[in-house]
């Protein structure tokens, strides 16, 4: 079986007039089925470029990446969309719900564009809002809900669909300290529960939570690991930027 | 959900329709109240016989002229074109009757006046050819002349004075209008020979004929003219006027002027419809976030086309049907308070003007759609 994400030699390239910002420079990962990754650095290092195309939202500038096993650099625009939405859920730090709809329609929005009927999407819909415990709240607007439910709702966005993958952007980023941890307890249970999850964050007390650390820096990667060795490397970078 | 975004912004939505509801309501005013004056017009000349060909002789000379003599041997010879001829003499003066005394006009006519005028008698007969004949005093009269003379049934068998001639009323004609003075019951019918002989036997200057065939109205005022023209010999003397064409060239102006009253109306429709353009591009920039959560979670070009699509069609369509309301509202109160009659807004007109505005929408949202839909989703999420 191939690995879920392999990620081999990207570039991504940004041009700014003459001069060329390369947000990921020359990075291979990959990364297998059950994972659960934690994608660590500081602000402007690449974490989210990567994410953006492992969530093939985005495409490299070169390198290849194959999604279980399919080259999907040539891919277009519509495939693209076919495979976010049979492979690939997204978790937002800002959450990404639509204000004007309620969380069922929210969260029966993937299962919309898979096709499915209307009551298979209410159905699905809804046990992803009862796993997340906001099944009462399913006619709710966002705007109704507090952040850490909002962060909910979106993560049961992202199981409706059952994807491969679970992409989570700083799912901490907007909330308090006591949600973020609940958010967190929920991801871990879900990769015990078999779920692949690759996780985005500058925060090393969250990044310590997954069993996998790949510490970027400057669009390179500078660790790939258990979370325990990733300690030694985030050391010596502060004492790096001290000197 | 088209509708509920529409609603979310109800002024903005109402003020991008009011370019569409001003159009499709001007085409339908426009369309309706065209449609009633021109039948109201066509109306109004059927009621006058669209078969009738009026001929005038402009000219005094003996020579040339023409007899009512002459004319009936005209029609004789041509009986597969024409039905009738009338002269059509006027006698003006004074018409006196016991102590009433006003200045009015008496027509002198033939037996065949009233049929080819759809004339209808009340009460006795017409003028007959033995009147013509015998050169007799007699006249039939509109229920203006009967009510202001005489009274209400009591005219026939009496006498009045025209320029000083008694005469008898042997008739009394159908009410057509509201019997008043000037309307269409103001009307006195005397024998054409005798007109001429109270017009001091001066000639024959205007004649009614009705043709056989209103299609083939231009053969047969050809055939008119080639004998006047051969009687009087000049053109500038004299002229020939027939309903059917006046109708014609009537409809034939109405119809251009009504193409370019459309045509002002469209143009407020094609700026409605950039209008729709222009909020819908807004709207598009306004929603990029949600146009890239939307691809983020599958959504591919389609699904994002038709959402703008299906918005922009359903503006301009609610547009539309208000524009149709409203317009049919104003046509059917324009129709009562200008033409005095009810006009309905044609079927037609109706199903154009939404089926137009429909389309507006579709295809003045289809490029804000496309837009929309090629956004790149790591663009459009990341856009404030
Ligand atoms: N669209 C873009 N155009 C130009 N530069 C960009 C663009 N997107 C990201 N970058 C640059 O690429 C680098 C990495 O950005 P990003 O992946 O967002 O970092 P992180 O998520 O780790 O904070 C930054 O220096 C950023 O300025
Ligand atoms: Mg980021």
Redesign the pocket.
């Known amino acids: 079986m191939p690995p879920l994400v392999e990620l081999k030699d990207v570039y991504?390239i940004?041009k700014?007039g003459d001069s060329e910002?390369h947000?990921l420079d020359g990075i291979s990962l990959t990364i297998n089925k059950g994972e659960f990754v934690a994608i660590i650095?500081?602000?402007?290092?690449?974490?989210?470029?990567?994410m953006?195309i492992i969530g093939c939202l985005d495409v490299a500038t070169h390198g290849t990446y194959k999604l279980n096993g399919k080259d999907i650099s040539n891919y277009t625009d519509d495939e693209l969309a076919e495979v976010r939405n049979k492979m690939l859920g997204f978790i937002f730090q800002q959450y990404n719900l639509l204000p004007k709809l309620t969380l069922l329609e929210n969260v029966a929005l993937p299962l919309l564009y898979a096709g499915l009927s209307d009551e298979e999407q209410k159905e699905r819909a809804l046990a992803s809002l009862e796993k997340v415990g906001l099944k009462e709240k399913a006619k709710n607007l966002p705007s109704q809900l507090s952040g850490g439910q909002q962060q909910r709702a979106s993560i049961a966005r992202a199981l409706a669909g059952h994807p491969s993958v679970i992409l989570a952007?700083e799912p901490t980023g907007a909330l308090d300290s006591r949600t973020g941890r609940e958010v967190m307890n929920f991801l871990q249970q879900l990769h015990r529960e078999g779920n692949t999850i690759v996780l985005?964050t500058?925060d090393n007390s969250i990044a310590a939570q997954a069993e996998r650390v790949v510490r970027?820096t400057d669009?390179k990667i500078v660790y790939d690991g258990p979370a325990e060795g990733d300690e030694i490397v985030s050391k010596q970078e502060k004492a790096g930027a001290g000197e | 959900m088209a509708m509920a975004t529409i609603w979310a912004s109800k002024v903005r939505s109402f003020l991008t329709m009011l370019g569409i509801i001003i159009g499709i309501a001007a085409v339908i005013i426009l369309v309706s109240l065209m449609g009633g004056l021109t039948q109201q017009l066509t109306d109004m000349f059927d009621d006058l016989g669209t078969n009738t060909i009026q001929v005038a002789i402009m000219s005094r000379a003996e020579t040339k002229k023409v007899d009512p003599d002459e004319m009936y041997e005209f029609l004789d010879e041509n009986k597969d074109l024409f039905e009738d001829v009338s002269p059509n003499i006027s006698v003006s003066g004074t018409i006196k009757c016991g102590t009433e005394n006003e200045s009015g006009t008496a027509t002198g006519v033939s037996e065949g006046y009233a049929d080819m005028k759809r004339l209808t008698v009340e009460q006795g007969r017409f003028i007959q050819y033995s009147d013509i004949m015998n050169i007799s005093k007699v006249c039939v009269i509109g229920t203006y002349q009967e009510q202001n003379f005489f009274g209400k049934g009591n005219a026939l068998g009496q006498t009045l004075k025209i320029n000083g001639t008694v005469y008898t009323v042997v008739g009394v004609l159908e009410e057509k209008e509201d019997s008043t003075s000037g309307s269409g019951d103001d009307a006195i019918y005397i024998p054409y020979s005798t007109a001429i002989k109270m017009n001091k036997n001066s000639t024959v200057s205007s004649y009614i004929l009705t043709a056989v065939d209103e299609d083939r109205i231009t053969e047969t005022t050809a055939v008119l003219k080639q004998f006047l023209n051969q009687k009087i010999g000049d053109e500038d003397y004299y002229q020939v006027i027939s309903m059917k064409e006046m109708i014609d060239q009537m409809t034939t102006m109405m119809n251009s002027m009504q193409t370019v009253l459309v045509c002002i109306a469209g143009i407020s429709l094609l700026v409605g419809g950039i209008g729709i353009m222009n909020i819908m591009l807004v709207s598009v920039t306004e929603r990029t976030r949600e146009i890239g959560i939307r691809k983020s979670l599958g959504a591919k070009q389609k699904n994002i086309m038709m959402q703008f699509v299906i918005e922009a069609g359903t503006v301009s369509c609610i547009g539309g049907v208000i524009g149709i309301i409203f317009g049919s509202l104003v046509s059917i109160g324009a129709g009562k308070l200008l033409l005095d009659s009810l006009i309905a807004p044609s079927v037609v007109s109706i199903i154009v003007a939404f089926t137009v505005s429909v389309a507006i929408g579709i295809g003045f949202g289809y490029l804000p759609a496309k837009k929309a839909a090629q956004l790149n989703p790591?663009?459009a999420l990341?856009y404030d």
């Open positions: 991504k940004y700014m910002v947000a650095g500081k602000s402007g290092s690449g974490k989210s470029t990567c953006n952007d985005i500058h970027i669009g | 790591i663009d990341r």
